[in-house]
């Protein structure tokens, strides 16, 4: 056996080892936090909700600027005032919750509000670079019409 094999397998031997003992503390943690969720709550319906609505907006709207500016500016706004709005909501969740979501560290905040702002974020960008690699080819093929049709009139 060379060096090289037994350092895969001693690699792959410590991979699986770390990957059992973190699905055994953090896998536990993940199905006590999944049934501690009250998945009825009308607070975590409407933020659902809210994404869906707001994906479907970026989507449906990507050729829009004016509009996708407005998206943007709302989901950056949203991002940043979420520890603003986590402190408000830890104060306040008795008028539209029937648990307190709302902990010192912001973890309802980011898995709830701001993780899927920002894979929509992320879902915008790839739409608009996509476009922008489409204008820039369209850009380039009318360059080259143009200097094709000026060397045909030479």
């Known amino acids: ?11 792959d031997t410590i991979v699986d080892q770390v990957r059992k003992e973190l699905s055994h503390k953090y896998g536990h943690m993940l199905v006590q936090w999944y049934e501690a969720v009250d998945w009825q709550e009308p607070l975590i ?3 659902i909700s809210f994404h ?8 449906a709207f990507r050729h ?11 989901i950056c706004g949203t991002i940043y005032t979420s520890e603003y709005l986590n402190s408000v909501g830890r104060d306040n969740w008795q008028a539209f919750a029937s648990q307190n979501y ?8 980011g898995i ?12 915008q960008l790839a739409s608009n ?12 093929r009318h360059e080259l019409n143009k200097t094709s049709k000026a060397k045909k009139s030479n």
Do not use: E, R, S
Not at 2 to 11: E, G, I, S, W
């Open 64 to 74: 829009v600027y004016p509009v996708q500016v407005g998206l943007f500016a709302l």
């Open 102 to 109: 709302f902990d010192t560290h912001g973890v309802f905040m």
């Open 45 to 47: 319906l409407g933020l």
């Open 129 to 140: 670079i996509h476009a922008m690699a489409h204008l820039v080819v369209a850009v380039k």
């Open 52 to 59: 869906v609505l707001l994906l479907t907006a970026v989507l």
């Open 112 to 123: 709830f509000v701001a993780g899927p702002l920002l894979a929509i974020g992320f879902v």
């Open 1 to 11: 056996m060379n060096v090289d094999t037994l350092a895969f397998c001693t690699m």
